[in-house]
Every structure is written in C-alpha cells, then in structure tokens.
Nanobody
Framework: VQLQASGGGLVQTGGSLRLSCAAS????????MGWYRQAPGKQREMVAT???????QYADSVKGRFTISRDNTKNTVYLQMYSLTPEDAAVYYC??????????WGQGTQVTVSS
C-alpha cells in the first residue's frame, strides 16, 4: 500500500489549501480513508474521515472549515481547508481507515500558517 500526500505549503491566516492523497496497492473504493495531523510536541489527531459510502466525520476544531472528499476513479482522497489559522499548522497524513483504526500511513505533507 502506498499513500502519496501532496498540496501542503505556506499560507497566511485565513487562507486555504487543498490536500490530495493518491492511493495505490489497495482496492480504494471499499476502504475508508482519513486525514490526520501532528503538530510539533503534540499527538497525532484525526482531522476528517470518509467511509467507502461517503459518510464523513470531522474533528470539532475543523467543522465548517474543512471538507473531505474522495474520487474513486482516481483513487484519491482530498482535504479542502479554508480559514486556516496557525493552530492548523502541522504535518498532515492520510491513512486507510479500518475497523481497528487508521493504518498504512502516507509520508505526510507540511502545512504552515503564518499569522
């Protein structure tokens, strides 16, 4: 399984970014997918997940600002992020979400938000 995350970068407070995660080596359409993030000195936390059927779940801190989506024709999951704040700065990882939890972590993409 390979998960290639991209789309991170440096933005100003209030800006937006769209992260992408391309998956290979899995039957993508039957798997739940998720985005997680880890800031320096903090534990990795769930940001958003999407089931194979398209049901979504968000961390309270990003509800209304972030949207997770998937394109099964491209084996890709996206995270559209709006109204970014310095508290959103972290390395963002995508993962396959299984019944037992997230697995098969990608390499991560850095999101930096300047104040």
């Amino acid at each position: 399984v390979q998960l290639q995350a991209s789309g991170g970068g440096l933005v100003q407070t209030g800006g937006s970014l769209r992260l992408s995660c391309a998956a290979s080596g899995i039957f993508f359409r039957i798997n739940g997918m998720g985005w997680y993030r880890q800031a320096p000195g903090k534990q990795r936390e769930m940001v958003a997940t999407i089931t194979s059927g398209g049901m979504t779940q968000y961390a309270d801190s990003v509800k209304g600002r972030f949207t997770i989506s998937r394109d099964n024709t491209k084996n890709t999951v996206y995270l559209q992020m709006y109204s970014l704040t310095p508290e959103d700065a972290a390395v963002y990882y995508c993962a396959v979400v299984k019944v037992t939890g997230p697995d098969n972590w990608g390499q991560g993409t850095q999101v930096t938000v300047s104040s």
